[in-house]
T-cell receptor, first 116, second 112 residues
């Protein structure tokens, strides 16, 4: 069990560029979440996968954001045409598929995005 | 719409003190509540999970209670240590959705 891994740890990009982040969950975890966190705030839900199926997506998420989880393993989050307001820490979390309500969330260390 | 509030926003205490962090939520229809710890620039670590049918959970010096009907949870830290300095966040699993809703956290500093 190596924990949830996120890559890269830091990303600096210019406004208008596309960026992609990767998350490798704990191997036996079926549930995968993406959250976004800005300074002084709690994490804000972006999207949820159960295996390869994207079951929920925040209404706050614009069409510039897309996430995938092919084969129910790693996941990618892509942001197209980045804006300065996208600057934040992007966190990935996973949990096992058990009785709903009884699974702890395991977070990665996050990807810090800075849009110049 | 579920909203989670944490009070106080920041807290500074001398080493050895017992302390209580508060979390309140507006909709009592939750599956569970989790308390997390976050160190600066890092991800979150789950400390305690309380299912909706439970009243409290304990782990070492930490004790979390849940009063679902009043929409409140407390995290009690006994005999605080400088290593406890971090931001503590609570999150509720929103009934009917898959998301967890987080509070803004309490920033704790324990002085040696």
């Amino acid at each position: 069990d190596t924990g949830v891994s996120q890559d890269p740890r830091h990303k600096i990009t210019k406004r208008g560029q596309n960026v992609t982040f990767r998350c490798d969950p704990i191997s036996e975890h079926n549930r995968l979440y993406w959250y976004r966190q800005t300074l002084g705030q709690g994490p804000e839900f972006l999207t949820y996968f159960q295996n390869e199926a994207q079951l929920e997506k925040s209404r706050l998420l614009s069409d510039r954001f897309s996430a995938e989880r092919p084969k129910g393993s790693f996941s990618t989050l892509e942001i197209q045409r980045t804006e300065q307001g996208d600057s934040a820490m992007y966190l990935c979390a996973s949990s096992p598929l058990g009785q709903w309500g009884n699974e702890k969330l395991f977070f990665g260390s996050g990807t810090q995005l800075s849009v110049l | 719409k579920q909203e989670v509030t944490q009070i106080p926003a920041a807290l500074s205490v001398p080493e050895g003190e017992n302390l209580v962090l508060n979390c309140s939520f507006t909709d009592s229809a939750i599956y569970n509540l989790q308390w997390f710890r976050q160190d600066p620039g890092k991800g979150l670590t789950s400390l305690l999970l309380i299912q909706s049918s439970q009243r409290e959970q304990t782990s070492g010096r930490l004790n979390a209670s849940l009063d679902k009907s009043s929409g409140r949870s407390t995290l009690y830290i006994a005999a605080s240590q400088p290593g406890d300095s971090a931001t503590y966040l609570c999150a509720v699993s929103d009934s009917g959705t898959y998301k967890y809703i987080f509070g803004t956290g309490t920033r704790l500093k324990v002085l040696a």
